[in-house]
């Protein structure tokens, strides 16, 4: 930042800051009180939830706990940056039916439907890898927040065998 050596400025810049810290954990107990409440109502609580990709820090699956959220099962699904790489680069999307496609594992069969298919801007090879960036550092701190009830599963099996390993994995928690 830019320093002018005056203190109201440095003051105006303290005040900012604690006001943007204030603001962002406000919004991140929202956040987190939002998805509380959205567990406690009567389809999660009698048909289950699934959290996708969340919490993605250890501070994140802290503030679950602290928050009273709590899973039977925590599903790892292992698979390598450059296959992962690979499936998201090659993710599209039909705007007008919402469908999702892969370039290479699943493409549609109509022209018009590819014509108009959309990529979604951080789906990039560069912001890829940085997300996995991030995934890397956080990802042990994360799981061992969940180590007595964690499943890992190889994601790089066929989509309907991964399906059938997550099931199993879950009907054997609630048995």
């Known amino acids: ?38 567990l406690s109502e009567s389809d ?9 990709g969340f919490p993605r820090t250890p501070a994140q699956a802290e503030a679950l706990a602290e928050a009273g959220v709590s899973a039977d099962c925590f599903i ?6 450059d296959v992962l790489v690979e499936r998201v680069v090659g993710r599209r999307t039909d705007p007008v039916t919402g469908k999702i496609y892969h370039m ?13 298919l959309e990529q979604r801007s951080d789906d990039t090879e560069e912001k890829v890898k940085v997300r996995l960036e991030q995934f ?12 007595d009830i964690a499943v890992e599963v190889d994601g790089t099996q066929k989509p309907k065998d991964v399906s059938a390993a997550i099931m ?5 928690v609630l048995a």
């Open 1 to 38: 930042f830019f320093w002018s050596g005056k203190k109201e400025i440095m003051k105006l810049f303290i005040s900012l800051f604690f006001f943007a810290m204030y603001d962002i954990l406000f919004y991140l107990f929202i956040l987190y009180q939002k998805v509380k409440d959205r």
């Open 44 to 52: 999660c609580v009698e048909c289950g939830w699934l959290l996708d």
């Open 76 to 81: 790892f699904l292992n698979v390598p940056d």
């Open 104 to 116: 290479t594992f699943s493409p549609p069969d109509d022209d018009e439907v590819l014509a108009r």
């Open 136 to 147: 890397h550092a956080n990802v042990d701190a994360v799981k061992g927040s969940y180590t």
């Open 168 to 172: 199993s994995a879950v009907e054997a």
